[in-house]
């Protein structure tokens, strides 16, 4: 296993690119996320061009992240357990799942069916591992206690990551020939497990902001997964619905359908929370607006709930709620688009550009 070192401002551009896949945020598919359900929000708009540009960003940081992780695997295997074990990255794992499973979701409407299932195959292992590895590594077995002193947004992406296999699952059902049973009983068991836990989640993180003190370093970009997991399971819920007729779907759609309209009051009912959060930390507390990996936490709910309103709105005629949804892809689109070009200018500025020493 490599050990690093600090590398000073003029260390050579490898020591640099170490440093930054060393130190690489768990949570970084959110990139993946963000990009994938962007691009099929722009594909609802009949973009095909914009959205085949999101996609190949999407597989292209797919790609790079995968590399980067088997990286950490490899040589700095210490500092990847170190992340297992804190109760505040931890969670940021299940955005491995989340953001395969969103890749194959869009690459699943643009016809690469064999792609998509090897992509529901991957993330339905992840997500079943790790669903018991970092709960267990991150809180259950820590000596430290209390626990949830440390609970954070990132622990929502677990719903995410739950919620992005059902509707994966759902949007492959009608496409496949075989398996289409199968299909509807993992996406309506990863819907309802999703459920579960974001009251879990909910319950851990309402705990941590009551009983203890907010700093306006705490409310960090992340908190929005709490809007998106409510969105997501919105979206999850609107193609189970339009699904076909299968013992656990028509056991289900009723409730599925309204627990979904439910979800995704909630959902908005979180946005002028999220934004009032923001502006309290950085224009009350002038705390500076830098780039983080984290942003791509919010880049994802804004797509997502403008790809849940579209699909729910459909799925059980409610026009306001697609309208809303539609309209609000565009807003997606553009903090995507600033997120992107801050990532770039922060990479240059970062790794690729030797510092002045």
């Known amino acids: 296993m490599t050990t690093l070192r600090a590398t000073s401002p003029g260390s050579p551009l490898r020591g640099r690119v ?7 945020n768990p949570g970084y598919f959110a990139l993946v996320m963000g990009s994938g359900i962007v691009s099929v929000g722009m594909d609802n708009h009949h973009q095909k061009a914009l959205s085949l540009v999101l996609l ?4 292209a940081a797919y790609a790079v992240l995968v590399f980067v992780n088997v990286w950490r695997i490899v040589s700095f295997r210490n500092l990847l357990a170190a992340d297992f074990t804190d109760p505040r990255r931890a969670f940021g794992f299940f955005t491995f799942v989340a953001g395969t499973d969103v890749l194959g979701t869009r690459l699943a409407i643009a016809g690469w069916r064999g792609v998509a299932l090897a992509l529901l195959v991957v993330g339905s292992v992840s997500w079943f591992v790790l669903g018991y ?3 267990w590594t991150a809180v259950l077995g820590r000596s430290v206690r209390p626990v949830v002193a440390a609970a954070n947004g990132t622990w929502f992406i677990w719903v995410v990551a739950s919620q992005s296999i059902a509707v ?3 949007v492959l059902e009608p496409q496949l020939q ?8 993992l996406a309506v068991f990863s819907w309802s497990v999703g459920v579960f836990l974001y009251a879990a989640a909910g319950v851990f993180v309402a705990a941590r902001l009551m009983l203890y003190p907010i700093d306006p370093g705490d409310l960090t970009p992340p908190y929005w997964v709490a809007m998106g997991a409510t969105e997501i399971t919105v979206l999850a819920g609107a193609r189970i619905v339009q699904m076909a007729d299968a013992p656990m779907v028509a056991a289900t759609r009723g409730l599925i359908a309204g627990a979904s309209v439910v979800f995704w009051a909630f959902g908005s009912w979180l946005v002028p929370a999220l934004v009032a959060a923001g502006w309290w930390r ?3 507390h002038r705390i500076p607006l830098r780039y983080e990996a984290a942003w791509w936490s919010i880049v994802f709910p804004l797509g997502m709930y403008g790809v849940a309103g579209h699909y729910i709105g459909r799925a059980d005629n409610l026009p306001i ?3 809303i949804g539609e309209n609000e892809t565009w807003f997606a689109l553009a903090v995507w688009a600033a997120v992107l ?3 770039f200018a922060h990479l240059i500025s970062s790794v690729l550009r030797r510092p002045a020493a």
């Open 178 to 185: 075989g398996g289409r049973r199968e299909l509807a009983l």
């Open 168 to 170: 994966l699952a759902a």
């Open 321 to 323: 709620v697609r309208t």
């Open 282 to 284: 950085h224009v009350v």
């Open 56 to 59: 190949w960003v999407a597989i």
């Open 18 to 24: 170490a440093l930054a896949a060393s130190t690489a």
């Open 133 to 135: 590895v970092v709960p």
């Open 341 to 343: 070009i801050a990532m």
